[in-house]
C-alpha cells in the first residue's frame, strides 16, 4: 500500500468497525465541527485525514484494535483530543491520520452516596458544574469553561480549590482505561495501582482514559474579584504577595493569582490580580485579600468582584480568551517566590517588552499561580508522578507567559519572545537559589521536557509501567503527541 494511501485505508477500516456515523470525513458538518471546537488555531490549523467519535469505550478500544492491527494494514499513527485545549499544532489531531475525538464520552454521572463523581474525558468542566452547583456540591476542577476533563486531570490539574483539596489528579480516585491491546481496565489504589499512580500527570502515554471518578465535597457560593493596579505599587504588591505565599502565611480557601501584562492596543501595561476564596463568609471582602485590595487600582470594565458558584466563574474566566479569536500559547516555569525573586520577574518581563512591541494586537501576560505545600502534598506528594516529593515544606508558584496576538504570520516570533523570557526568568532563579525542575504539563510548550522533570526516580517508574501497560510502545510513538516519557533519563 502506498504511504499516501495509508490514512485513507485506516479511515475506511475504522468505519466498517464502529458504523460510518462514528468516523468523520473533511467536508461533512461533524468533521468542520471538531475543526471549529479547537481551543487555538494553531490546533485547528491542523487537517486530519478523519476524526473517530466513539460513544463508549468498547468504541474506543475497537478504534485502538483496529488502528495497531496489521490486519487493518496498521500500525497507524493517530491523535488523541478531549476538550482541544492544548495549544500546539499536532498536540492532539494527527495531520494527514486519525483522530479520535473523545468529546462523545461526557457524560456525568454522580454516586448513590455523592461521595464521587464518575465523568467522560471528553466532558468540560462547565457540565461538570452544571451537574453539582445545584446540588451543592463540587470538585479540585479547571477554572474556565471550554477545558476537558481528560487532559487537564491527567497533567496534574491547578483548581481554586486546590490549596485545600490537592492536585485535580489527586482527587482522582479511579479511572478506566483502554490500553494498547485494546483491553479495558480499571486503575485505583487497589487495583492496576502503578497505573493509577502513572495516570496523574503522566498524560496520555499509557492508554486512552474513558473514565475519571472524582472526589466531590460540599461548596456554595466562591468569592471572586479581578483589580488591575498601576506598575507605581509594582514594589508593595510584591511584598505582598511575597508575604502571602509563605507557607506558614498560606490560607488554604485562598486561590491568589497575580502578574503583569501589556496589551499594545491600549499600549499600557498593568499589575493584574485574580482574587477568589472558596469559603466566604456571605458577600463580605476576605481579611486575606484586604492587603491587595487596599492599594489604588485602575478602573477597568473587567475588574470587579462576583460572589457566584463554580459555573459562573468558569463562565466568565471563559470570555478572557474566547477561543481562536486570537493566536495563543502558553509556556512555564517553576520557582520559589521569594522577594527578590518575583522582583526579578517583573525585571525579566520589563526586559521583555521590546521583543514583542511590533506583535500585531500583542496582549503579553504573565501570571504567578500559586502552588504552596497546601496543594502538592495533599493526598501524598508521592501519590502521583509529579515528583515534588522533596520540596522541603516551601511554596512554589507555577510562572505562565500566556499571550494572544492577532497576526499568525508572527507566531514564530512570539515564540521565541516567550522562550527568552522563560530563560531569562530561569537564569534569574538559578542565580538566586530559587528554581525548581518541575514542569506544569497543562501550561507547557512543546520545547519542554516535561516528563524529564518529574525527576529520575519518576521516570523510571513511568518507563516501568510503559513496559508492563504497553511494550510496544504504541502510545510513545504511534501516538507522538504531547509529552512523551523519555527512553532514557
Known amino acids: 500500500m502506498a504511504e499516501e494511501e495509508r490514512p485513507a485505508s485506516s479511515c475506511k477500516a475504522l468505519a466498517t468497525v464502529l458504523g460510518a456515523n462514528n468516523v468523520l470525513f473533511p467536508g461533512s458538518a461533524g468533521y468542520n465541527s471538531s475543526i471549529a471546537s479547537y481551543f487555538s488555531p494553531q490546533a485547528a490549523a491542523v487537517r486530519p485525514a478523519c476524526y473517530v467519535t466513539p460513544q463508549n469505550a468498547q468504541d474506543v478500544s475497537d478504534a485502538v484494535k483496529s488502528l495497531t492491527s496489521s490486519a487493518h494494514g496498521g500500525p497507524y499513527e493517530f491523535a488523541v483530543r478531549a476538550g482541544g485545549h492544548t495549544w500546539f499544532a499536532d498536540s492532539n489531531s494527527s495531520p494527514d491520520g486519525v483522530t479520535i475525538d473523545l468529546r462523545g464520552l461526557k457524560s456525568v454521572d454522580l454516586s448513590d452516596d455523592k461521595s464521587s463523581v464518575s465523568v467522560g474525558p471528553g466532558a468540560t468542566w462547565d457540565l461538570v458544574y452544571g451537574k453539582l452547583d445545584p446540588l451543592g456540591l463540587s ?178 474566566s471563559a470570555t478572557m480568551q474566547v477561543p481562536q479569536a486570537a493566536q495563543y500559547m502558553t509556556a512555564t516555569v517553576t520557582f520559589e517566590p521569594t522577594e527578590a525573586m518575583i522582583r526579578e520577574t517583573y525585571a525579566a518581563f520589563n526586559a521583555s517588552l521590546p521583543l514583542v512591541k511590533n506583535i500585531t494586537g500583542i496582549s503579553w501576560a504573565l501570571n504567578l499561580e500559586p502552588l504552596p505545600p497546601q496543594i502538592y502534598t495533599r493526598g501524598g506528594a ?58 506544569y504539563l497543562n501550561y507547557a510548550a512543546p520545547w519542554q521536557p516535561v516528563i524529564e522533570s518529574y525527576g529520575a526516580d519518576n521516570v523510571k517508574k513511568l518507563q516501568k509501567l510503559r513496559a508492563r501497560v504497553d511494550p510496544h510502545h504504541v502510545f510513545t510513538k504511534k501516538v507522538p503527541g504531547g509529552f512523551k516519557i523519555p527512553d532514557d533519563c
Not at 531569562?424 to 538566586?432: N, W
Request: glycine share 12%.
Open 382 to 439: 508521592d501519590t502521583n508522578a509529579l515528583g515534588l516529593t522533596n520540596e522541603h515544606g516551601r511554596s512554589l508558584v507555577v510562572c505562565l507567559i500566556s499571550p494572544s496576538w492577532a497576526n499568525g504570520a508572527q507566531n514564530e516570533q512570539v515564540y521565541a519572545a516567550a522562550r527568552s523570557l522563560l530563560d531569562d526568568i530561569s537564569a534569574r532563579a538559578k542565580k538566586l537559589g530559587v528554581f525548581d525542575p518541575y514542569i
Open 139 to 316: 470538585v479540585a476542577g479547571g477554572r474556565v469553561s471550554g477545558v476537558g476533563v481528560g487532559g487537564l486531570t491527567l497533567g496534574g490539574g491547578i483548581s481554586y480549590f486546590g490549596p485545600r483539596e490537592g492536585w485535580t489528579c489527586n482527587n482522582a480516585i479511579a479511572f478506566e482505561v483502554v490500553l494498547a491491546d485494546g483491553s479495558i481496565v480499571e486503575a485505583n489504589e487497589n487495583e492496576n495501582a502503578d497505573l493509577w499512580w502513572g495516570l496523574r500527570g503522566g498524560s496520555n502515554n499509557f492508554g486512552i482514559v474513558t473514565r475519571i471518578d472524582l472526589k466531590t465535597f460540599e461548596q456554595g457560593d466562591l468569592w471572586y474579584s479581578m483589580t488591575f493596579n498601576p506598575l507605581t505599587e509594582v514594589e508593595q504588591l510584591i511584598k505582598i504577595y511575597a508575604d502571602i505565599m509563605a507557607p506558614q502565611n498560606y490560607d488554604i480557601n485562598a486561590s491568589y493569582l497575580t502578574g503583569w501584562a501589556f496589551a499594545a492596543t491600549q499600549g499600557l501595561s498593568v499589575t493584574l490580580n485574580q482574587l477568589i476564596y472558596t469559603r466566604p463568609n456571605g458577600n463580605s471582602t476576605p481579611e486575606y485579600f484586604k492587603p491587595i485590595l487596599d492599594l489604588p487600582a485602575i478602573p477597568v470594565p473587567i475588574a470587579g468582584t462576583v460572589v457566584g458558584n463554580m459555573s459562573t466563574l468558569a463562565a466568565q
